[in-house]
């Protein structure tokens, strides 16, 4: 059944505080619900249903284009995100980030040994730390 | 080696860690507390039809996608750290945090990722009903990958389902179900969930609030504080219960982090609970200066009913767990060094068998490693009052955690109130405090975290591994430049994503 889109779920006399007025009888709310949907209904016509849907791939292929041409503020915000993914994958993990052990090391049993020996102390060292941190 | 360690270097490692963990935690709670608002806001208006909800839920679902934008990659700077400035440690836990993380990567985000992109782009393009569940899947996504992040940490705290093989140098996972339902995981993953909630809460109630103050989008902003209200009020009552919860869990496997934070130098049986209290900063735990300043309040009996369940309980304190408690059969860090620096010796001595070829030498020494391994974090200390973590961080961290999130149901609870009234908008001093609750609520969540992570120290893995080790050997220049190129970088990001948040706000919803 289709039920006006401005209508809400329960009735008005019932106080809510969901409800356009306040129950407390207070200041006036901004706007009135607008009884008009935001959209109406696209009617198909006889041709419409007839013709052939686009496969999934291709609706959904569309729904992402059609969804970022859209973007507004969004577009700004990806360009900040590129920057930041590129400032940090082509600069900092490049440059000043580099895998210690994968990069000094060319296999996980050097690797391996590698953190044994920071494990365990040389015979020789001494233990002449500064005094806590 | 050890004996060569920079402690500096350490230092401005952890500094830089901390620096980057905290700029990831100012976008991450109000992800995960802003999706389930707005599924609820949602669902509203696909129950109602009311075109105002659809309004109000666009509006801050643009404000949930800023965020999300801006939070984006945060948190890669903590795996580069990983890799660079924690070798040692990243390789040791590889093969526990594998799995949780990449269940992570690979099921969360992609759920998250996927639903996001329907939920901004599927306004009058998919059914109503689909719409609203890939909304309600955003949230659920998110929550999921704070799951498998935060059963890591979990970890970090109270690493169980493991055994350290000395022949990879790792802790090996025995078993995934004990690390991923650990109490502590459980608890942690609860605590951080319901906390966000709070975070999410109070941002619409802060925007709200401003909008109110400025008589623009009244009826947007009043409905959007009602229900951000409401689940706040649950959010906060349950964010109290697991906090409770979290404690006890802390008391029982990290009980210097509970006394640390408690500024409980001496154990004390009837223990209380500490409601005000500035900490003596030259107190140490060998001396016996007075462990706060002037006044201090003390809630009688209630730290041993948080810690043990029990009023009479002992709690112990810092000075017991460093140097031991006969009478409490309580073993200090002073004996667990002993049985600590038995591990190492015998993992040295492993190692040089299995160079030698020796492999029934190897056998006996992989039998005593064995015998002591729970205590080989230990063996590293140098003193045993290192493992005191910084006392008044802690301290004033979880206070002021704790003394917010008291606060924040009072507000819902004078919000609700007066929107029933109906006269919230004449509450001009409500709405002026309300402003700037987003960012009391962003202090207790970032001191949340202060009370997890520096309450750990010494340790990087509670008991078996110290900071001191975990590291990777790199000077301190090194770690100084990176942390500088972050500050400034992250600075200017942050301007210019807070900008165009505050940009966004200011314009305000969209107009029909």
């Known amino acids: 059944m289709h039920r006006p889109s401005f209508a809400p779920l329960h009735g008005r006399s019932r106080a809510c505080p969901l409800s ?39 609706r959904i292929y569309r729904f992402y284009r059609d969804g970022f041409r859209q973007m507004t503020v969004g577009r700004t915000l990806w360009k900040i995100i590129f920057i930041k993914l590129f400032v940090m994958f082509a600069v900092l993990k490049f440059f000043f980030f580099p895998d210690f052990l994968a990069t000094r090391f060319s296999d996980d049993r050097q690797r391996a040994d590698y953190v044994l020996e920071q494990l365990t102390p040389s015979p020789q060292g001494s233990r002449n730390l500064a005094q806590g941190e | 080696m050890i004996e060569s360690l920079d402690l500096g270097m ?21 992800t995960l507390g802003l999706s389930w608002i707005l599924a609820f806001y949602h669902t509203i208006y696909v129950r109602t039809g009311n075109e105002e909800w659809k309004r109000l839920t666009k509006f801050w679902m643009k404000l949930f996608g800023i965020n999300f934008a801006i939070g984006v990659a945060t948190g890669l700077i903590l795996e580069f750290e990983f890799g660079t400035n924690w070798a040692n440690y990243s390789w040791m836990v590889g093969d526990i945090f594998g799995a949780p993380l990449a269940i992570e990567g690979i099921f969360a985000f992609f759920l998250e990722a996927t639903f996001f ?42 690493p169980v389902g493991q055994a350290f093989n000395p022949e990879t140098a790792r802790f090996e996972m025995q078993n995934f179900l004990e690390v991923a339902f650990s109490p502590y995981a459980v ?19 802060s925007i709200s609030s401003w909008y109110l103050l400025r008589g623009r989008h009244v009826l947007m902003a009043k409905r959007s504080i009602v229900v951000a209200a409401t689940l706040g009020i649950f959010a906060s009552v349950f964010t109290i219960f697991n906090g409770d919860e979290s404690a ?17 130098w001496e154990g004390e049986q009837n223990a209380g609970l500490v409601a005000f209290g500035i900490v003596n900063p030259e107190k140490k735990v060998y001396d016996t200066r007075d462990p706060f300043l002037g006044f201090n309040l003390h ?84 003193r045993p009052e290192e493992a005191v973590p910084p006392v008044a961080l802690s301290f004033y961290a979880f ?46 969540s970032q001191a949340g975290w202060v009370v997890a992570e520096v309450g750990r120290q010494p340790w990087t893995i509670q008991g078996l591994l110290p900071v001191t080790v975990a590291r990777t050997n790199l000077t301190t220049a090194t770690v100084q430049t990176t942390f500088y190129m972050f500050l400034a970088l992250f600075t200017l990001l942050l301007i210019a994503e807070i900008s165009i948040m505050v940009k966004q706000i200011s314009i305000g919803p969209e107009e029909n």
């Open chain 2, 299 to 382: 809630i009688p009996r209630l730290l041993g009913l948080m810690a043990n369940r029990s009023l009479d309980s002992y709690v112990p304190g810092m000075r017991d767990l460093v140097y031991g408690n006969p009478e409490q059969d309580l073993l200090g860090a002073v004996q667990k060094m002993d049985r600590g620096k038995k591990a190492v010796a015998s993992l040295e001595a492993f190692k040089e068998a299995r160079k030698a070829g020796d492999q029934a030498a190897a056998d006996t020494h992989l039998a005593s490693f064995n015998q002591y391994k729970e205590f080989l974090g230990y063996g590293y200390l140098q």
């Open chain 2, 10 to 30: 350490v230092n401005w490692a952890r500094g830089q860690f901390a620096l980057t963990a905290m700029y990831h935690w100012i976008f991450v709670p109000l």
């Open chain 2, 248 to 264: 006890y869990e802390i008391a029982q496997v990290q009980p210097m982090k509970l006394a640390a934070f408690e500024g409980l």
């Open chain 2, 117 to 158: 992109a329907v939920m901004f782009f599927g306004w009058n393009r998919v059914s109503k009903g689909f719409h609203l569940f890939a909304t309600w899947m955003v949230a659920v996504g998110s929550s999921l990958s704070a799951v498998w992040i935060l059963v890591a940490n979990a970890w970090m705290q109270y």
């Open chain 2, 399 to 444: 206070h002021i955690m704790v003394g917010l999130g008291t606060l924040f149901p009072l507000i819902f609870l004078a919000y609700l109130y007066f929107a029933k009234k109906g006269t919230l908008a004449d509450r001009k001093w409500l709405l002026g405090f309300g402003t700037i609750t987003y960012f009391l609520a962003l202090i207790a």
């Open chain 2, 187 to 205: 608890n942690k993953f609860t605590h951080a969930t319901s906390s966000s909630m709070l975070v999410g809460a109070l941002f619409v109630l």
């Open chain 1, 20 to 58: 356009a007025a306040p129950a407390g009888g207070g200041p006036v709310p901004d706007r009135v619900p607008t009884p008009a949907p935001s959209h109406p209904p696209v009617k198909r016509t006889m041709e419409d249903r007839k013709a052939p849907r686009a496969a999934l791939p291709v």
